[in-house]
């Protein structure tokens, strides 16, 4: 059994993201690779104290001054910040319109976009598509080029000459152009690692996502 402490946290507005129906299937993902606490409380993030890795699997990023500070902090600390699939919606807001779902803002959060590398832009129809696997690193340790099906993210990431990012794998979809599907930054004393994958439930259990997304945990803990 691990000692790594993880807090997943979902939220329920979505139902296409709702953590009541993923959040089950992300722990049978992470299987024994951390001792997980699920949670739609977002004041938990106000103090991370006692997790060694923060998994955001939120679509509306609105936090308070605290609970944002907390992940900072957190992450600037030591802590391990691993965003999957609509973590890195940072754009998404739950509509004041009752009679719709999704609402956007104009800009990604600021704060979450300079530490993540990178945010969701869109997406088209859920798909199988190819996953390539470009580094020999600590999170693709035991995983090789793999089929999925899943929901192809479209996504703004830092991947110019300047940026910190080590980009790990990136899709080979038949449509769409190889956007990046993992990759990892440091952010003071914490590491990032964002996987774009994790939508449907072939995905969440698709071996080769779960030995990513287990090799992620490890790495940023």
């Not at 699920?38 to 991370?48: E, G, I, K, V, Y």
């Not at 110019?160 to 990136?170: E, F, K």
């Not at 997304?213 to 790495?219: F, G, T, V």
């Amino acid at each position: 059994m691990t000692d790594t402490t993880a807090l997943l946290i979902g939220e329920t507005t979505f139902p296409f993201h709702s953590i009541d129906e993923k959040g089950p299937e992300l722990a049978a993902a992470i299987g024994d690779a951390a001792d997980v606490t699920t949670t739609t409380d977002r004041d938990a993030l106000c103090d991370l104290s006692e997790y060694d890795v923060l998994i955001d699997y939120l679509t509306d990023s609105e936090l308070t001054e605290d609970q944002l500070e907390g992940v900072l902090s957190f992450v600037r600390d030591g802590g391990g910040y691993l965003p999957l699939h609509c973590g890195a919606d940072l754009i998404s807001t739950a509509a004041a319109d009752p009679d719709e779902l999704l609402d956007q803002r104009e800009e990604p959060v600021p704060e979450l976009r300079a530490v993540i590398g990178g945010h969701f832009l869109t997406h088209p129809e859920e798909s199988e598509f190819g996953v390539d696997i470009l580094e020999d690193h600590p999170v693709t340790d035991g995983v090789e080029d793999f089929q999925i099906f899943d929901e192809p993210y479209q996504l703004d990431v830092d991947d110019g000459d300047d940026s910190d990012l080590t980009i790990l794998a990136r899709m080979d979809h038949p449509d769409l152009e190889d956007y990046p599907i993992a990759w990892t930054r440091t952010e003071g004393d914490g590491r990032v690692c964002y996987i774009s994958l994790g939508h449907t439930d072939e995905a969440l259990q698709n071996e080769s996502f779960r030995t990513l997304l287990r090799n992620a945990i490890a790495w940023t803990a």
